[in-house]
Nanobody, 118 residues
């Protein structure tokens, strides 16, 4: 059974930090591009950061503040978030997309809420 389980969300003050985790199971996550998306209230879901075996990609709005990493031995992807701003508030979703299969299977987690507020 394919699962992506996010954790680590919560309420934090502006300028604070959080680290999100996404535990993958049921598929060979090491051969998948792993990404974090977020969706703010009333807005479309947007890509925050993505990681493959040798590259990382960040949205301009989070460059220099967020870091994506992966531990293939644990089938886990992390999103370290620093200097959080109110506009970072939203539901954060983990995404996995195969790099080998055509069409590529795509999986989503259930999301974890991040709220940045004083």
């Amino acid at each position: 059974q394919v699962q992506l389980v996010e954790s680590g969300g919560g309420l934090v003050q502006p300028g604070g930090s959080l680290t999100l985790s996404c535990a993958a199971s049921g598929f060979p996550a090491s051969s998948y591009a792993m990404s974090w998306y977020r969706q703010a209230p009333g807005k479309e879901r947007e890509l925050v950061a993505s990681i493959t075996s040798d590259t990382t990609l960040y949205a301009d709005s989070v460059k220099g503040r967020f870091t994506i990493s992966r531990d293939n031995a644990k089938n886990t992807v992390y999103l370290q978030m620093k200097n959080l701003k109110p506009e970072d508030t939203g539901v954060y979703y983990c995404n996995a997309r195969s790099r080998r299969l055509v069409p590529p299977p795509i999986y989503w987690g259930q999301g974890t809420q991040v709220a940045v507020s004083s």
